[in-house]
């Protein structure tokens, strides 16, 4: 069995929603050549290989989320947190940034469209399952800083206070029990939760059980020790007796006692045993709620803890690029949140027909990158629309075809002989179009004469259309 | 019929989209390239269906007759007979909606020029009775698909596929032999395979004198051959409502499936030589038990009578209003069956075991000595829990008709019956040679 999960399964495919596979393949290519030219256009060539794989993962994450193994669920919460959060980034930020970034997101949401058109995600309950996914990566983010900030604020307080400035014997003493009395209890807690001896093989679980046993009464010895010793030491007259039993190397006793390398071990430890307690008492109560919603959410809590490990190792240093990258890790989820909500908004009040979701992406993010377009390259402004118009065309097409049909006839020519029309009416509609657009500044100069073209278009068709 | 598809209702959203935004930030470029999407609608608008006129449909259906659960297979092709192109033609067949689609699809697409055949092929699992298939429906559409036409074609070459309980029985009076059965006898007599030689006597035929011995020593002896004799049986079919069950929709119910097999049986048998019966469980009639009776007799008139009984075995759970609850539902009344057994009878039961009375039956007339032969069909679906219970209850049923010194057959889906029955036998001849003695079972998986 293949750890990364394949697309290539019927759940992915989908049954009756995906279009035809020759028609999407006709989209994709005109697609492709739109992107690979915008890219030489903006001096980016590698523009389609930059933003394909973000596109494509991401809708392969959303893909996923149908799954019901853990592993696919993990997969699914990461890839499309990891990748669509930059989309998204792009996507919302990019009218801040001028007219060529706002081309670039118009052409990402229309291959992140064209691949939830293959994987078939993009109706209204794919689109549902994603909000959930980054709503669920989102909170578990935020849950892993409040954890890590608690990790490393006791390690402060456990480490670095302790082991800074010069104190004296009395004072290294009561400092040291002190920590040792935090780490014992931690240590007792993690013990406790540990299951060693269910771990051990059934021979020796006895002996393991008494070992168990010996250390948790070692570990409460010690804690309880640290408390007499740093009781009394508090209690008792500075530095009386402490300094009398060190004798004359009290100094030397105070410096390896509040010495890191002695804390650390210390604290290192009972830390280290805590942790190994506190994953053991996580796994145990996830494996006992086996439920869809406790996988779904371990998946997130998964997927999120390398987003919230980036944050932690970023946010100590503070400047311009530590706070940046904070900024655009947890703005990008909530940036992804907004977009996917709005998205699933539009689908549940059926703009467009539930399967026709994703084909109305690529047409959506095509006419964005048209309009933006418009300051960059006009030509592009024109071959923009006519993609979009064309894998409207295709894909709609393709979608009655394979509801009429179902998937098992081979209908392969019958889609590309409608893609051989829908191409040529395309190609003679930017023949025109681009005609037009050379002879306008000598017909007027201004907007005026093609808005009048537009509308006689317009009025032809609502004739014709009766 | 003619209909207009609505795909490019947002196709005048996006011009006035363009236009605006063409407007609001001065870009002219805009506004033209808003005719765009509007060239699209017009194309759309535009395009009309050619016409179905010129589409010539045939389909075939092969085996007509079939057996019931056999895959008939259905070709079906649409030429375009005209002298013009379509761009879009789209072909459903009629498939009887009593009929489950076993493999392929009876829908296809495709482009036609002048002279192409659109082929669609697929195969369906045949029930009993006569199923019409209704004419195709065919979808063409014009060169941009925004509007088509739908209609029926009339089909030339085969209409209905007729499913019948004796298909492929062997008729009785080209190898029947009427009064001698085949059924191999331990006594000596008439017959075809040498037995032994004794001592001649005056009263013997005298084709049966072995001449070479009497060439050899100089006396006469007589050859013996093992004697046929014709066998009583009854086939008793297992028609009660739990047996008809169904293992998908569209698939013949247990019942109809025994049926199948009992009338085959009685066929062969009846060509054989042997006096044949049938009784139909859960049928109600006048026999013992008050079910459905053929007393044994043997004869083309006793065929007739035996398959005009099976014919009438209900189908389905559904259309047999003149059953009652009570009859088809209940248990078994075998020994009221023992009691109308010819002596030396032997009873093939044909039922799926879906319940314990069948067992409890063999139970009893094994009881009594009678041979007993049950071929069961397999009309359980494994594919849930519950089906996989239910057909784990089912071999153990096997097994303890099987315990009572039956012979069991399992049959399962998909295998033909004549393959089941050769394996059967193979299976008993191998049992026979090597435990000679103990008492016949088994031949099932």
């Known amino acids: 069995m293949s750890v990364v999960p394949l697309l290539d399964s019927p759940s992915a495919v989908g049954d009756e929603g995906r279009p035809r596979a020759t028609s999407l393949a006709v989209v994709s290519a005109a697609l492709a050549a739109l992107v690979t030219a915008v890219g030489f256009r903006v001096g980016q060539p590698d523009l389609l290989l930059s933003l394909g794989p973000f596109a494509g993962l991401a809708a392969a994450g959303l893909a996923l989320l149908d799954r019901r193994r853990f592993v696919h669920q993990f997969f699914g919460h990461a890839l499309l947190t990891w990748f669509g959060m930059p989309l998204a980034s792009l996507i919302v930020l990019a009218p801040l940034l001028g007219p060529v970034p706002v081309t670039v997101a118009g052409l990402a949401i229309a291959l992140f469209g064209l691949t939830a058109t293959w994987s078939d995600t993009g109706d209204r309950e794919s689109l549902r399952r994603g909000l959930y996914a980054t709503g669920r990566v989102t909170v578990a983010t935020w849950l892993w800083l409040v954890a890590g900030l608690l990790a490393g604020g006791a390690a402060v307080l456990l480490v670095v206070l302790p082991t800074s400035g010069d104190p004296d014997l009395s004072s290294a003493v009561v400092v040291f029990c002190g920590v040792l009395v935090v780490s014992t209890a931690g240590a007792l807690v993690g013990l406790r939760w540990l299951p060693l001896r269910h771990l051990a093989a059934r021979p020796r679980r006895a002996r393991v059980a008494a070992t168990v046993r010996r250390l948790q009464l070692a570990t409460g010895a010690t804690m309880a020790a640290a408390v007499l010793v740093g009781g009394a030491t508090v209690v008792a007259p500075a530095g009386s007796w402490i300094s009398g039993a060190a004798g004359g190397w009290g100094a030397a006793v105070a410096t390896a006692l509040t010495s890191r390398v002695t804390v650390g071990v210390v604290v290192g430890l009972a830390g280290t045993v805590l942790l190994a307690g506190v994953l053991a008492r996580g796994a145990r109560f996830v494996a006992n709620r086996g439920d869809p919603t406790t996988r779904d959410r371990l998946a997130a809590g998964l997927a999120g803890f390398p987003l919230a490990v980036i944050v932690l190792v970023i946010l100590p240093f503070v400047g311009p690029f530590g706070l940046a990258v904070v900024a655009a890790v947890l703005g990008a989820q909530v940036l992804m949140l907004v977009l996917l909500s709005v998205t699933y908004v539009a689908a549940d009040l059926e703009v467009v027909p539930d399967r026709a979701g994703a084909p109305a992406m690529v047409a959506t993010g095509l006419l964005l990158a048209a309009i933006a377009a418009a300051r960059v390259s006009p030509p592009l402004t024109v071959v923009c629309v006519a993609v979009a118009c064309l894998s409207w065309d295709l894909s709609t097409f393709g979608l009655g075809v394979t509801a009429e049909l179902g998937h098992r006839p081979r209908t392969r020519r019958l889609v590309l002989v409608h893609g051989l029309i829908s191409v040529a009416v395309g190609t003679v509609t930017v023949l025109a179009v681009l005609a037009l657009e050379a002879l306008r500044p000598f017909v007027g100069g201004s907007a005026l004469p093609a808005f009048v073209v537009a509308a006689g278009a317009f009025l032809v068709v609502a004739t014709l259309r009766g | ?445």
């Open chain 2, 1 to 445: 019929m003619t209909r207009r598809e609505r795909r490019w209702r947002g196709a005048v959203a996006a011009s006035l989209l363009l236009a605006v935004a063409g407007l609001a930030t001065r870009a002219g470029v805009l506004v033209v390239v808003a005719a765009v999407p509007l060239c699209y609608l017009a194309a759309d608008a535009l395009s009309t269906p050619p016409g179905h006129e010129g589409l010539v449909a045939r389909r075939r259906v092969h085996p007509t007759p079939a057996a019931p659960e056999r895959a008939v297979r259905v070709t079906l092709e649409v030429e375009n007979g005209s002298d013009r192109t379509l761009s879009d033609v789209r072909v459903v067949d009629g498939v009887p909606e009593d009929l489950a689609v076993l493999e392929g699809s009876p829908r296809g697409g495709e482009a036609l020029a002048p002279g192409e055949t659109l082929t669609v092929r697929y195969a369906v699992v045949a029930r009993r009775g006569d199923h019409a298939f209704r004419p195709p429906q065919v979808r063409v559409r014009g060169v941009a698909g925004g509007v088509h036409e739908t209609t029926r074609l009339e089909t030339a070459g085969d209409a209905t596929l007729v499913c019948r309980l004796d298909a492929g029985a062997p008729p009785i009076d080209a190898h029947g032999d009427r009064r001698v059965g085949r059924l191999a006898a331990d006594a000596p007599g008439s017959g075809v395979v040498f037995h032994s030689v004794r001592e001649h006597r005056p009263d013997d035929p005298a084709d049966r004198i072995d001449w070479r011995h009497y060439a050899k020593r100089g006396e006469l002896a007589t050859t013996n051959y093992e004697r046929r004799v014709a066998a009583t049986i009854v086939l008793v079919v297992d028609a009660r409502r739990p047996n008809r069950a169904v293992v998908a929709p569209g698939h013949p119910t247990a019942v109809e499936v025994s049926a199948y097999a009992a009338t085959h049986a009685a066929a062969d048998l009846l060509a054989r030589g042997h006096d044949v019966g049938v009784a139909a469980l859960g049928v109600d009639g006048d026999g013992p038990g008050g079910v459905a009776w053929l007393p044994p007799a043997a004869g083309a008139a006793q065929r007739a009578r035996a398959l005009d009984i099976l014919a009438e075995l209900p189908g389905d759970g559904r259309g047999d209003g003149e059953q009652t609850a009570e009859s088809s539902s209940a248990g078994i009344d075998a020994r009221a069956l023992l009691g109308a057994l010819p002596p030396d009878a032997q009873v093939v039961l044909a039922s799926p075991l879906l319940d314990d009375p069948p067992v409890e039956a063999v139970e009893t007339w094994r009881a009594a000595d009678v041979p007993v032969t049950v071929l069961s069909p397999d009309a359980v679906a494994e594919n849930t829990v519950s089906g996989q219970h239910t057909q784990l209850r089912r071999r153990t049923r096997l097994a303890r008709v099987q315990s009572t010194g039956a012979r069991s057959v399992d049959w399962r889906r998909g295998t033909p019956l004549a393959v089941v029955l050769e394996a059967a036998d193979l299976v008993a001849a191998k049992s026979a040679a090597t435990s000679a003695g103990r008492p016949a079972g088994g031949g099932g998986r």
